[in-house]
């Protein structure tokens, strides 16, 4: 005999999305969720680089055993290897991921939704080796959404603006899904007649 698992019904949400995403806004309002300098680090910028792979830091500068030196521009996407975040790995989300932004439970299982970049091009407001950068993360939106299927999620909009001395270099704006936790399965016990 086949052993077929069978599907249990999750048991209903603590919160329904609308609340969820209500409490979300209300958490953090027109205030931003954090602003965080850091120091554009020569050594970090190249490590990067040789993880890639890339042959050159930014156009005629060489990876090589050096770091770039000050002035260099942060090539597109690099912003990325700084500014993580300071907390304790406890304090992770089950996927690793930080939880300041996640909703109330059961939505706490998070995917990657979409984003994009935006670059002042003005190149005296170009990220650079050896600057100080400020980092201001805020919430866009919290929207609640209905599945096909019935079930519900949340569309949460986030915006990290980079700024150096001269403004705004980089504008990182980010949509990620919330969706419920899966529902756990209870452990079957395998006999010689279900396998």
Do not use: C
């Amino acid at each position: 005999m086949s052993y077929i698992p069978r599907r249990f019904a999750s048991t209903l949400p603590k919160f329904t999305a609308t609340e969820a995403a209500n409490e979300i806004l209300q958490r953090f309002g027109k205030k931003p969720i954090s602003i965080r300098t850091q120091f554009i680090d020569p050594n970090q910028a190249q490590l990067l680089s040789l993880t890639l792979g890339r042959p050159n830091l930014h156009r005629n500068v060489p990876v090589t055993g050096t770091a770039p030196p000050v002035g260099t521009p942060l090539p597109p996407g690099y912003h990325l290897a700084y500014f993580t975040p300071s907390i304790l790995e406890k304090e992770l989300g089950a996927d690793g991921s930080d939880r300041t932004v996640n909703p109330l439970s059961p939505y706490t299982r998070r995917m990657w939704a979409g984003g994009e970049l935006e670059w002042n091009q003005d190149p005296d407001q170009l990220l650079r080796i050896g600057q100080t950068v400020t980092e201001i993360t805020e919430i866009l939106s919290a929207e609640p959404k209905k599945l096909r299927n019935g079930n519900e999620m949340i569309l949460v909009g986030v915006e990290k603006r980079f700024e150096n001395e001269k403004g705004v270099a980089l504008i990182d704006r980010r949509s990620v899904h919330f969706l419920p936790k899966p529902p756990k399965f209870p452990n079957f016990k395998r006999t010689e007649e279900s396998v």
